[in-house]
């Protein structure tokens, strides 16, 4: 072997792997954290202990190629005690695993530095001086305050792209679809020139055309896809943690991590997530004493599950907890002045629950604790319809509340109704619409300025407003003919338009931005035929 | 030689993948055309993209590199550089027995290792492997399973003790190992070898040898008293070379430049056999790129030695005989197979010659 001659040969710039690097170790602190879970709760699990020798062993020789040597260091001595382990053939002590999460935390900590442009030379002398000193040596075995997720593999295996993947910067993904968008767009355009000249082999061309492109744009919208799993495998480790520092003890179930989500709605599931959790162990279960005095196992059920039904992604956070109780929430809401107390008394037990998360109420401590749910709720409602979800709670006294959020698989493409008003057309989420009513002018009440629009099957009143004018639209048909009943954020009211014109699967695209804060558009549309339709925001009219 | 060379990258690590890719191409020589996440996508890319050389790692889930690795040389024969982190010493060793060109130790914690060294070592190393003769490789893949070697019967004892210096590069660890396999334990000689190997590995492959070896095999140490059935491998990243104390043979190690760009040198470690063991010196060259240890060989048969090389046929390169041969100072040019054997009838040969100055 004789050594290289040097040869002019360019510089490398280490720093373009840099944000590749913090994605893929936070990849494999996932998987750290879910098999040391797994590890405590079946200490004897040789996978699991395997697949997480093999995490600490790739995030070592990753650190060290980028040359973060402190972070090296670190997933060294880490894989170094988890070798001893699988050598000694010990089982894991609690020690272990509470050694191990140490190591995990601080590892983390480097990554997080990283991350934000440093080096990870912090000081982790203390984890590191304890994982040198680890002699592996029969112990307690791990007790665990939580049942670990069931398969130890199974978020590796998540994580590990299929056979051929390349990574793909997010801005290019974000790029192509809006280009992909407009080519849609623009293909209405086509169709009316198609129209206009009327030539067979024009349209026979044109219909290859449209079927590739419906292909290009299904699978765009498709590399956008990812499992839920990336969301749902930091929250184990996240509920034991909680579970350990309040004394409580709940097992966790987690299901469906295979469900994929639109990348955008996953990055912003996560905090609402996060809060559903931590309400349900802060205020939902209940400590073990509590449990066994009301006749329950000591130790709960936690679940967090995700399902596909047709266009939408189910995600559920339940406990089998003490529940809400639906009368009291409806007192505090009256004492609050959220609603009178005729309102309340006519509202339905699932409208009832959803006053926790009106603003003016969840800011409230005290309530939040009679009621068992916590502050912030509004906050989770708010971010769960930005995603154009909705949020259903049901609970049961003593038996537990599970929150429901139904999103759009494709958070692109929106199921709307279209409506005209003013002469221009507007697409409102089906989400937000309740019934669609024909107008007579037995249905409206008038009481000064105010228009009522009269339920007569339900027995309510509610304050009817007109699309056009609310929108300061120029042409307003003196007596629209057509009301919608619209909710959104817990209120309830009718919409007159002046035309229906039916539902519509469409593109949402952001607002032009002149326009963007505008209040009641959320976006823009335009249809197959050219005609730009405007989407309501219809919190904010 | 061809013009440019194309690489199949594994690895389990995405980021690993980008930044080994990018080491590589580096070199305008060097394409990588396509990468693998484990050794199952391994197996099934080299069988459709047929690269030049593959990079292996070895830690891997599903299947690890070593599996892998036996595989692909079953099947589709291809040369192979692994890729290890210096924890991974026994299993890098291993992977030389299964028919691995050559490795290269990667940046893995305790050693900071300095990227451009290894950059610049990868792609030597990738583009001799496409030296290599494949047929040999693929041939002594598993030649151990195949043709376990006869432990060769003991040369009459003798006063004199033999030294046998041997140099060897790349495919030189199986090599080794059959030669060593055969020498019966009691050998009237020591084994002093060169094996150029990064320093981290040496010892696992000493330890290695020692397992299937009758003689005794270690890794040498500054200052350690030379004996006879015993054989001595050259730690990485030094010079050995043996020199007499109180009339008792020691090995040094020696801290001096590269020669030849090569640290430890069969020249160095031949030229002080030749100088303390001057006729009862055997200089055996062995497989491997470049020219170290013609000159050794020189040297010992100047002091009236040995001097053996393995033939081309049974090289994984042809290199180091070549330039030996080319110098006309090697004794025979053996195959493999018959070079323990050549090695204990020099002896016996020897000692007759001995008895008849006697």
């Given at each position: 072997?004789?050594?290289?001659k040097?040869?002019?040969?360019?510089?490398?710039?280490?720093?373009?792997?840099?944000?590749?690097?913090?994605?893929?170790?936070?990849?494999?602190?996932?998987?750290?954290?879910?098999?040391?879970?797994?590890l405590?709760?079946?200490p004897?699990?040789?996978?699991?202990?395997?697949?997480i020798?093999?995490?600490?062993?790739?995030?070592?020789?990753?650190s060290?190629?980028?040359g973060?040597?402190?972070?090296a260091?670190?997933?060294?001595?880490?894989?170094?005690?988890?070798d001893?382990?699988?050598?000694?053939?010990?089982?894991m002590?609690?020690?272990?695993?509470?050694?191990l999460?140490?190591?995990?935390?601080?590892l983390?900590?480097?990554?997080?530095?990283?991350?934000?442009?440093?080096?990870?030379?912090?000081?982790?002398a203390?984890?590191?001086?304890?994982?040198?000193?680890?002699?592996?040596?029969?112990?307690?075995t791990?007790?665990?305050?939580?049942?670990?997720?069931?398969?130890?593999?199974?978020?590796?295996k998540?994580?590990?792209p299929?056979?051929?993947?390349?990574?793909?910067?997010?801005?290019?993904?974000d790029?192509?679809?809006?280009?992909?968008t407009?080519?849609?767009?623009?293909?209405?355009?086509?169709?009316?020139?198609?129209?206009?000249?009327?030539?067979?082999?024009?349209?026979?061309?044109?219909?290859?055309?449209?079927?590739?492109?419906?292909q290009?744009?299904g699978?765009?919208?498709?590399?956008?896809?990812?499992?839920?799993?990336?969301?749902?495998?930091?929250?184990p480790?996240?509920?034991?943690?909680?579970l350990?520092?309040?004394?409580?003890e709940?097992?966790?179930v987690?299901?469906?991590?295979?469900?994929?989500?639109d990348?955008?709605?996953?990055?912003?599931l996560?905090?609402?997530?996060?809060h559903?959790l931590?309400?349900?162990?802060?205020?939902?279960?209940?400590?073990?004493?509590?449990?066994?005095?009301?006749?329950?196992?000591?130790?709960?059920?936690?679940h967090?599950?995700?399902?596909?039904?047709?266009?939408?992604?189910?995600?559920?956070?339940?406990?089998?907890?003490?529940g809400?109780?639906?009368?009291r929430?409806s007192?505090?809401?009256?004492?609050?002045?959220?609603?009178?107390?005729?309102?309340?008394?006519?509202?339905?037990?699932?409208h009832?629950?959803e006053?926790?998360?009106h603003?003016?109420?969840?800011?409230?401590?005290?309530?939040?604790?009679?009621?068992?749910r916590?502050?912030?709720?509004?906050?989770?409602?708010?971010?769960?319809?930005?995603?154009?979800?909705?949020l259903?709670i049901?609970?049961?006294?003593?038996?537990?509340?599970?929150f429901?959020?139904?999103l759009?698989?494709?958070?692109t493409?929106?199921?709307?109704?279209?409506?005209?008003?003013?002469?221009?057309?507007?697409?409102?989420?089906?989400?937000?619409?309740?019934?669609?009513i024909?107008?007579?002018?037995?249905?409206?009440?008038?009481?000064g300025?105010q228009?009522l629009?009269?339920?007569?099957?339900?027995d309510?009143?509610?304050?009817?407003?007109?699309?056009?004018?609310l929108?300061?639209a120029p042409?307003?048909?003196?007596d629209?003919?057509?009301?919608?009943?619209?909710r959104?954020?817990g209120q309830?009211?009718?919409?007159?338009?002046?035309?229906?014109?039916?539902?519509?699967?469409?593109?949402?695209?952001?607002?032009?931005?002149?326009?963007r804060?505008?209040?009641?558009?959320?976006?823009?549309?335009?249809l197959?035929?050219?005609?730009?339709?405007?989407?309501?925001?219809?919190m904010g009219? | 030689?061809?013009?440019t060379?194309?690489?199949?990258?594994?690895?389990?690590s995405?980021?690993m993948r980008?930044i080994?890719?990018?080491?590589?191409?580096?070199d305008?020589?060097?394409?990588?055309v396509?990468?693998?996440?484990?050794g199952?996508e391994?197996?099934?890319q080299?069988?459709?993209?047929?690269?030049d050389?593959?990079?292996?790692?070895?830690?891997?889930?599903?299947?690890?590199?070593l599996e892998?690795?036996?595989?692909?040389?079953?099947?589709?024969?291809?040369?192979?550089v692994?890729?290890?982190?210096?924890?991974?010493?026994?299993?890098?060793?291993?992977?030389?027995?299964?028919g691995?060109?050559?490795f290269?130790?990667?940046?893995?914690?305790?050693?900071?290792?300095d990227?451009y060294?290894?950059?610049?070592?990868?792609?030597?190393?990738?583009?001799?492997?496409?030296?290599?003769?494949?047929?040999?490789?693929?041939?002594?893949?598993?030649?151990?399973?195949?043709?376990p070697?006869?432990?060769?019967?003991?040369?009459?004892?003798?006063?004199h003790?033999?030294?046998?210096?041997?140099?060897?590069?790349?495919?030189g660890?199986?090599?080794?190992?059959y030669?060593?396999?055969?020498?019966?334990?009691?050998?009237?000689?020591s084994?002093?070898?060169?094996q150029?190997?990064?320093?981290?590995?040496?010892?696992?492959?000493?330890?290695?040898?020692?397992?299937?070896?009758?003689l005794?095999?270690?890794?040498?140490?500054?200052?350690?008293k030379v004996?006879?059935?015993?054989?001595?491998?050259?730690?990485?990243?030094?010079?050995?070379?043996?020199?007499?104390?109180?009339?008792?043979?020691i090995?040094?190690?020696?801290?001096?430049?590269?020669?030849?760009?090569?640290?430890p040198?069969?020249?160095?470690l031949?030229?002080?056999?030749a100088?303390?063991?001057?006729?009862?010196?055997?200089?055996v060259?062995?497989?491997?790129?470049?020219?170290?240890?013609?000159?050794?060989?020189?040297?010992?048969?100047?002091?009236?030695?040995?001097?053996?090389?393995?033939?081309?046929?049974?090289?994984t390169?042809?290199?180091?005989?070549?330039?030996?041969?080319?110098?006309?100072?090697v004794?025979?040019?053996?195959?493999?197979?018959?070079?323990?054997?050549?090695?204990?009838?020099?002896?016996?040969?020897?000692?007759?010659?001995?008895?008849?100055?006697?």
């Amino acid at each position: 072997m004789t050594e290289p001659k040097s040869e002019a040969i360019p510089e490398i710039d280490m720093s373009q792997f840099r944000d590749m690097f913090v994605d893929e170790s936070r990849e494999r602190m996932l998987v750290l954290n879910e098999c040391t879970l797994t590890l405590e709760h079946t200490p004897d699990d040789a996978e699991a202990l395997q697949t997480i020798l093999r995490a600490a062993h790739t995030l070592k020789g990753m650190s060290a190629t980028m040359g973060y040597d402190n972070l090296a260091r670190l997933a060294h001595a880490t894989e170094d005690v988890l070798d001893k382990v699988q050598d000694s053939d010990l089982a894991m002590t609690s020690e272990l695993v509470e050694l191990l999460f140490e190591a995990i935390d601080a590892l983390q900590m480097l990554i997080d530095d990283v991350a934000v442009g440093g080096t990870g030379e912090l000081d982790v002398a203390s984890t590191l001086e304890s994982l040198q000193g680890f002699e592996p040596e029969a112990g307690t075995t791990a007790h665990p305050p939580v049942a670990g997720p069931g398969a130890p593999a199974a978020i590796e295996k998540l994580l590990q792209p299929a056979a051929a993947t390349v990574r793909v910067d997010v801005h290019h993904l974000d790029t192509l679809l809006d280009v992909v968008t407009e080519m849609v767009i623009h293909r209405s355009l086509l169709a009316r020139l198609e129209q206009r000249y009327d030539l067979p082999p024009l349209s026979d061309t044109l219909r290859v055309h449209d079927r590739l492109l419906a292909q290009l744009h299904g699978t765009v919208l498709k590399m956008r896809m990812l499992p839920i799993g990336h969301v749902f495998g930091r929250f184990p480790r996240m509920v034991r943690d909680l579970l350990k520092a309040q004394g409580k003890e709940a097992r966790f179930v987690v299901e469906g991590e295979a469900v994929k989500l639109d990348r955008t709605a996953l990055e912003a599931l996560s905090d609402p997530l996060v809060h559903l959790l931590r309400n349900a162990i802060d205020h939902g279960l209940e400590a073990p004493a509590e449990r066994e005095a009301a006749g329950k196992p000591p130790s709960g059920t936690l679940h967090l599950l995700a399902r596909q039904e047709q266009d939408s992604v189910i995600i559920e956070v339940g406990d089998d907890g003490r529940g809400m109780d639906a009368q009291r929430i409806s007192a505090a809401a009256v004492e609050r002045g959220i609603v009178t107390a005729e309102a309340a008394a006519d509202m339905s037990e699932a409208h009832t629950l959803e006053l926790i998360c009106h603003p003016g109420f969840s800011l409230t401590e005290e309530v939040t604790m009679v009621s068992g749910r916590g502050v912030g709720m509004n906050v989770v409602k708010r971010q769960v319809e930005a995603l154009r979800g909705s949020l259903h709670i049901e609970t049961q006294p003593g038996q537990g509340t599970t929150f429901r959020l139904q999103l759009p698989a494709m958070l692109t493409l929106m199921r709307a109704l279209l409506v005209s008003a003013g002469g221009e057309l507007y697409a409102l989420p089906t989400t937000h619409v309740e019934h669609i009513i024909e107008l007579e002018p037995t249905k409206i009440e008038r009481v000064g300025d105010q228009e009522l629009l009269h339920l007569e099957d339900e027995d309510k009143v509610l304050p009817l407003r007109r699309l056009g004018e609310l929108l300061n639209a120029p042409d307003c048909t003196p007596d629209p003919r057509h009301a919608l009943v619209v909710r959104s954020n817990g209120q309830i009211f009718g919409l007159r338009v002046d035309d229906l014109l039916g539902h519509e699967e469409i593109v949402v695209k952001p607002l032009p931005a002149a326009l963007r804060g505008t209040p009641g558009l959320a976006g823009v549309t335009i249809l197959g035929e050219g005609q730009v339709v405007w989407i309501l925001d219809v919190m904010g009219l | 030689v061809i013009a440019t060379v194309d690489v199949l990258v594994v690895d389990d690590s995405p980021l690993m993948r980008r930044i080994i890719t990018s080491l590589l191409e580096s070199d305008p020589r060097i394409r990588v055309v396509a990468t693998a996440a484990d050794g199952c996508e391994a197996i099934e890319q080299v069988e459709a993209v047929r690269p030049d050389v593959l990079t292996l790692d070895i830690e891997m889930p599903r299947m690890n590199g070593l599996e892998a690795l036996e595989r692909i040389m079953q099947r589709a024969p291809t040369p192979v550089v692994m890729l290890s982190g210096v924890g991974e010493a026994t299993a890098a060793v291993r992977a030389l027995e299964l028919g691995a060109v050559e490795f290269v130790a990667k940046p893995s914690g305790t050693v900071s290792i300095d990227l451009y060294k290894v950059r610049d070592e990868l792609i030597s190393k990738v583009k001799l492997a496409t030296l290599v003769n494949l047929d040999r490789v693929a041939a002594q893949a598993g030649l151990e399973s195949l043709t376990p070697p006869a432990v060769l019967p003991g040369p009459p004892a003798s006063k004199h003790s033999w030294m046998v210096a041997v140099g060897a590069s790349t495919g030189g660890p199986r090599a080794l190992n059959y030669i060593l396999r055969c020498l019966p334990a009691d050998l009237p000689a020591s084994v002093l070898i060169v094996q150029h190997m990064p320093a981290s590995f040496t010892a696992s492959f000493a330890q290695r040898l020692h397992q299937h070896s009758a003689l005794h095999v270690e890794e040498a140490s500054d200052g350690q008293k030379v004996t006879t059935g015993s054989a001595y491998v050259a730690p990485g990243g030094i010079h050995m070379v043996v020199e007499k104390k109180r009339g008792q043979p020691i090995i040094r190690l020696e801290d001096t430049p590269p020669v030849h760009s090569v640290r430890p040198s069969a020249d160095v470690l031949m030229e002080s056999v030749a100088r303390l063991s001057g006729a009862h010196s055997i200089g055996v060259l062995l497989t491997g790129m470049g020219t170290d240890g013609a000159d050794g060989l020189a040297r010992i048969k100047k002091a009236g030695g040995i001097t053996l090389a393995q033939d081309k046929g049974s090289c994984t390169i042809f290199g180091m005989p070549r330039a030996a041969i080319e110098r006309h100072v090697v004794d025979r040019v053996l195959p493999l197979s018959e070079m323990p054997h050549a090695v204990t009838e020099a002896m016996q040969k020897g000692q007759s010659n001995d008895r008849a100055q006697v």
